[in-house]
């Protein structure tokens, strides 16, 4: 028996106390990182709560210093989205892992945290409430709240709530925290994580205001927004013993075993239901709620095992697709060359995934001494850990020689996305993506793709600048051949002068032929070059 010296102390902890002893777990882990990730979260709610719905985002971030003694800043980010029901408000603001649903479906945030890890940072350095102001999309008023998060019993803590009219009709949220953070640090990582926003989001327009005072304006340069993403039921291959006891406990009704898999699952039709049940030793008629645990994972063992389920639906995905890649592409970096690919779906472990690829080469892209990388999760720019991220090792192994990049520095930027209803994160931070074997392959296809558009590009474009060089020279002695042929035709220089222009003409055409210039105009410009 333990002394009273040797005894430990044991006692539960709520989801939102175990993140608040853990923040660097969700990125929090100093003032500067703080305040980037900050913005981040709200930012990605605020875009969740536009283009999926339809709308054109219109976003408007503002960070202010609020106390000189200390860096307390206030930060406020404004959408244009569909709004939150004000019953909905307190617990989508001020209770963590809270979440609605077990349906499947692409988003930016995950783990039920994201603007909750932010409220619970802000509460840890400073005194003040998250203020959150919402009107559902036709609402006649806007509601505002004034809240806490009860961190002991991981519940909304009301401090104050109101409402007021809505005779503009704005529909939207605006969510205002105070952080500790350091803004010397974390401007550049913020800038830089709202400008490749937009680049994956060209149909969004952003608004910035600094503590400096700056106030940039980042223009929507498309009215094209991508598909939204489709709720769909989880997939066989990608559920566990968990999961499918929260699926069977939040039933609205009773259902045997075979109904269960039938409504519950997709790729589960009668044939392959009455597979499952033998092959597990069930019975048909159980009811799903009696299950135990051990029948449970029987099921699971066999579900892993059953190699005749139709791959995971991609109508769970919300793609940016190549049109919409290019333009944010085009738009920002003002390149010579762009090109773009969407991968077709493929599945990891139950989980569908599409990889999209975009390259811009030269024009006002600088030359850097490596590959300009942007990678983006469900639309989400990773600024942090770029170098253990599996994108930025496909890259770095690519032999950009072999696709006529002759070598660094070289003006090229590669941008990969993936989305999927599970992303492989390698930490809750949600930086940068592990290495799996699937989405790699798919990683390294995808650049290679776009990467021989390019090569064809500078192919073409080596043999042009060949034929001008070449042009040059001839250019040098046409006119000479030309005068010297008019005056052999006429029989005296007099006569020559109607023989000239025509004679000079024809060896310009001649000429274009053997280089294969089809404009005669590049001629031309080819003279002015040469004189």
């Not at 929090?28 to 900050?38: E, I, T, V």
């Not at 102001?133 to 036709?138: D, I, N």
């Not at 799996?436 to 290679?448: C, L, Q, Y």
């Not at 073409?460 to 002695?477: D, L």
Request: proline content about 6%; aromatic content about 8%; overall charge neutral.
């Amino acid at each position: 028996m333990l002394s009273a010296a040797t005894r430990e102390k044991f006692s539960s902890l709520s989801p939102a106390e175990f993140f608040k002893r853990n923040p660097e777990l969700v990125g929090f882990s100093n003032p500067a990182r703080a305040l980037y990730q900050s913005v981040r979260e709200l930012v990605e709610n605020s875009l969740d709560a536009t283009d999926i719905h339809g709308i054109l985002p219109v976003i408007k971030v503002s960070i202010w210093r609020e106390e000189q003694d200390r860096e307390v800043y206030r930060v406020t980010v404004e959408d244009n989205g569909i709004g939150i029901p004000p019953s909905v408000v307190p617990n989508a603001f001020a209770k963590v892992l809270y979440s609605s649903k077990y349906i499947i479906r692409q988003s930016r945030g995950m783990y039920g945290l994201g603007v909750k890890a932010v409220v619970m940072y802000s509460q840890m350095y400073q005194d003040k409430p998250v203020e959150v102001f919402s009107s559902p999309l036709g609402s006649k008023r806007i509601y505002g709240f004034k809240l806490k998060i009860d961190i002991s019993r991981n519940e909304p803590q009301i401090i104050e709530r109101f409402s007021i009219e809505n005779p503009s009709g704005w529909h939207g949220t605006a969510v205002t925290v105070h952080i500790l953070g350091d803004w010397s640090r974390s401007k550049q990582k913020i800038y830089e994580y709202i400008r490749r926003t937009h680049v994956i989001t060209p149909y969004s327009e952003f608004v910035v205001i600094d503590p400096e005072g700056n106030a940039i304006h980042l223009q929507r340069f498309t009215q094209k927004i991508p598909k939204p993403p489709q709720e769909v039921k989880p997939h066989p291959y990608g559920v566990d013993i968990e999961l499918i006891k929260q699926m069977i406990s939040s039933l609205r009704r009773e259902l045997d075993l075979r109904d269960f898999l039938i409504s519950e699952f997709q790729g589960i039709g009668e044939v392959t239901a009455n597979h499952l049940i033998e092959m597990s030793g069930l019975k048909a008629n159980k009811k799903a709620s009696k299950l135990t645990d051990q029948e449970i994972s029987k099921l699971v063992e066999v579900m892993k095992k059953y190699e005749g389920f139709r791959p995971p639906s991609p109508e769970a995905l919300s793609y940016i697709g190549e049109e919409i890649m290019e333009i944010g592409l085009r738009e920002t970096f003002k390149p010579e060359f762009v090109a773009a690919s969407t991968r077709k779906p493929k599945a990891y472990s139950g989980h569908p995934f599409i990889v999209e690829v975009g390259i811009a080469y030269g024009g006002q892209i600088q030359p850097v001494e490596e590959p300009t990388v942007l990678r983006y999760a469900n639309k989400i720019p990773l600024i942090y850990d770029e170098k253990s991220d599996v994108i930025w090792k496909v890259v770095e192994e690519i032999d950009w020689k072999r696709y006529g990049v002759e070598g660094f520095p070289a003006p090229l930027v590669v941008s990969v996305h993936l989305c999927s209803t599970k992303v492989p994160y390698k930490s809750a931070g949600k930086e940068s993506i592990a290495d799996v074997e699937e989405i790699e392959k798919e990683i390294r296809n995808g650049v290679m793709e776009v990467a021989r558009e390019l090569r064809e590009y500078l192919v073409e474009k080596r043999k042009e600048e060949e034929s001008k060089r070449k042009a040059i020279v001839y250019m040098k002695y046409i006119p000479e051949v030309s005068r010297s042929l008019a005056i052999f035709k006429a029989g005296s220089k007099e006569r020559a002068d109607h023989a000239y222009p025509i004679i000079l003409n024809l060896l310009k055409q001649v000429v274009a032929r053997k280089l294969n210039i089809k404009d005669l105009q590049l001629m031309e410009e080819v003279k002015v070059e040469s004189v």
